[in-house]
């Protein structure tokens, strides 16, 4: 837990950081062996990761909310 109440390990969050670090290494490596292919697939495997990371982000400021209105 954070001090604002919202938890750290949500799995929107957790899961959303993989795959932008996944999609980032697919679109490096795409890069060095010149594959446009593998460069787009990184490129939207890390969009998906960033939104989903936001989902996270934004379940977690909700619930961080709800809690504090509700004293916990």
């Known amino acids: 837990m954070s001090s604002s109440g919202a938890t750290i390990d949500n799995p929107d ?7 932008e ?3 980032s290494a697919k679109e490096s490596v795409g890069s060095l062996i010149g594959s446009q292919n593998l460069q787009q697939e990184g490129r939207d495997q890390s969009q998906e990761g960033q939104a989903q990371s936001a989902v996270g982000q ?6 961080g909310a709800v809690d504090r ?3 916990t």
């Open 69 to 71: 209105l509700r004293g």
């Open 21 to 23: 670090t996944v999609g």
């Open 58 to 63: 934004a379940t977690d400021w909700v619930e």
């Open 13 to 19: 969050r957790r899961e959303g950081q993989w795959k």
